[in-house]
């Protein structure tokens, strides 16, 4: 498979409330004169569409968001040859998509009954019925799998019938009861309005768990009453697809003709790996599956000219950056952010050059980055680091004010820390533009997380108003246009705005550009070079000093 050629200037990174609130507030960012020809592509993140949860990974459909963009501010990105990057989720869509309100109406009739994984149905033959209505896995299936929380992967669906069916649900879920109202209990059940206020109070002021309550002199209603909340319950979350469905085929082709309908000159593929599920296998990368999916998915992307870039993460002694390498597609370098602090704090680029030297031989086509949406990667890194290594990035980055998040739950299996890069770096100027020009010139075309490039510090009390779960909201601050026109004055914000634009001008960073390395002891030396000339990168790890030439 040939993979489609995609220039390679910088990439700004966002949200589209990010920067002053909305998208037309990014865009009036870009043009100003500060940022003239800094950035070649936008990866906007997936807010930008109609959805509800997860800060937009959780879609409904992939209509704009009219809270926050439009399709003004989308031909005003084109009019300044800014190409888009967009993303599509593979894996689940929201319990609010019209697909699964069809079910939630229709039931079994529902057109939409098999477009989301029946567990019942999947595991059929594999385990045993419990009392609750699913089905157990035996243990020589549950061994193998992955998952990404605690307990089963189900939500409980009420059908308008009121059987209770279980469907697959990876990530996040919530089940609601709305508050009674004494004036629908009268109309709906036929109770006397004296009696429908008592329940109605009963039930607002308690905790809701259905399995506990009770009506107290009421309780002779309680079988009615349970039917009835249950019958009026709400669900958040994201459900699973089913991709052995016609009709799920069906929404990838509009998916894609949509985001090329925008503009998108590339689509990452959030969450893809754990779309291919069989009984037996792990239910995360499964082999073939995976590839399998991905080809498909490709072949439908090529009728648009939309480049791939999948989206996992895996430690790289597993080398699945390299498996998608092999198959053509691009890669995201989750190993550089943590391999540049590290360089860091032993003064020395060895592991980064190795991996630098192995990008380059085996020529592998990346997206790089230092930080992100997400959080600094970690797990990535098994295989590169020794694990001593690892645990002391951890100990670094939490000491100045990062936070770890651990892989659904369990302890010591790190996953990431969520912080800004520049407080990882120790909220230090010079490290920070040190970092950015390592990352420029790099092989692959640079992300530019936009908080990075105002020099973001933590925020903690970002945190705090996210509540339990809102470690990421430390590194994804929304600027006002005032901050915004505050952080332009300082010189670690010009210096990355400098170094971004002779990045995306200079003709020397080509993508058939020859780029070399030369380490010795704390000092690196990166040098592109092609008929234009040559561009190179001299640094020193102890001495923390850079310098960038041109001939």
């Not at 329940?199 to 107290?216: L, P, R, V, Y």
């Not at 970002?462 to 994804?476: D, P, S």
């Amino acid at each position: 498979m040939e993979t489609a050629k995609t220039k390679n200037g910088p990439l700004l990174n966002a949200y589209c409330d990010s920067m002053g609130g909305q998208l037309s507030d990014i865009v009036a960012v870009l043009k100003k004169e500060d940022f003239k020809d800094t950035f070649d592509c936008f990866y906007i993140l997936p807010s930008v569409f109609n959805c509800d949860l997860d800060r937009g990974f959780s879609l409904i459909n992939y209509d704009l968001n009219e809270a926050l963009a439009s399709a003004e501010d989308i031909e005003e990105l084109r009019k300044l040859h800014i190409s888009l990057l967009m993303d599509f989720v593979l894996n689940h869509i929201s319990v609010l998509s019209p697909q699964f309100q069809d079910i939630l109406k229709n039931g079994d009739a529902s057109k939409y009954r098999d477009f989301f994984i029946d567990w019942n149905r999947f595991w059929e033959g594999c385990g045993e019925m419990t009392e609750n209505g699913y089905i157990q896995p035996k243990e020589e299936y549950l061994s193998k799998m992955f998952f990404r929380k605690a307990g089963l992967p189900i939500l409980m669906v009420r059908f308008p019938d009121g059987r209770e069916v279980p469907y697959w649900n990876t990530f996040y879920q919530a089940v609601n009861y709305p508050d009674l109202d004494a004036y629908a209990l009268v109309h709906d059940l036929g109770l006397q309005y004296t009696a429908a206020s008592e329940i109605a109070e009963i039930f607002n002021n308690s905790d809701k768990n259905i399995k506990t309550i009770s009506f107290g002199r009421w309780d002779k209603y309680k079988d009615m009453l349970i039917d009835y909340i249950q019958s009026k319950r709400t669900y958040l979350g994201q459900m699973d697809l089913n991709i052995k469905s016609p009709l799920v085929w069906d929404y990838y082709r509009d998916t894609l003709a949509k985001l090329a309908g925008y503009g998108a000159s590339i689509v990452r593929l959030d969450a893809f790996a754990y779309a291919p599920k069989e009984p037996g296998e792990r239910n995360f990368l499964n082999d073939p599956g995976t590839w399998d999916l991905l080809e498909q998915i490709h072949d439908i992307a090529k009728q648009y000219d939309l480049t791939l870039l999948p989206e996992i993460h895996a430690s790289y002694e597993e080398k699945i950056y390299q498996t998608l390498a092999d198959k053509g597609y691009m890669v995201y370098d989750f190993f550089l952010p943590g391999l540049i602090i590290d360089a860091f704090e032993r003064k020395n680029g060895t592991i980064l050059k190795q991996w630098m030297d192995e990008v380059i031989e085996k020529k592998i086509s990346t997206v790089n980055m230092l930080g992100c949406h997400d959080g600094i990667p970690l797990l990535d890194l098994k295989g590169l680091l020794p694990e001593e290594s690892i645990r002391n990035l951890i100990d670094v980055t939490v000491a100045r004010g990062g936070y770890v998040k651990d892989l659904h739950g369990a302890k010591n299996v790190y996953y990431q820390v969520n912080a800004t890069y520049y407080s990882a770096l120790g909220e230090s100027d010079q490290r920070m533009l040190m970092a950015r020009a390592l990352q420029l010139f790099m092989p692959g075309k640079p992300q530019i997380w936009y908080l990075d490039l105002f020099a973001g510090k933590n925020d903690y009390e970002g945190m705090r108003r996210a509540g339990e779960g809102g470690h990421k909201e430390i590194n994804r601050t929304n600027l006002t246009m005032e901050q915004i026109e505050e952080c332009l004055q300082k010189p670690v914000v010009q210096k990355q705005l400098e170094m971004l634009r002779f990045r995306n001008t200079c003709a020397i960073f080509s993508e058939d550009a020859e780029i070399s390395s030369e380490l010795n002891g704390p000092e690196m030396t990166i040098t592109w070079k092609n008929a234009c000339g040559k561009a190179q990168l001299k640094l020193n790890f102890e001495t923390e000093d850079f310098q960038i030439t041109t001939e």
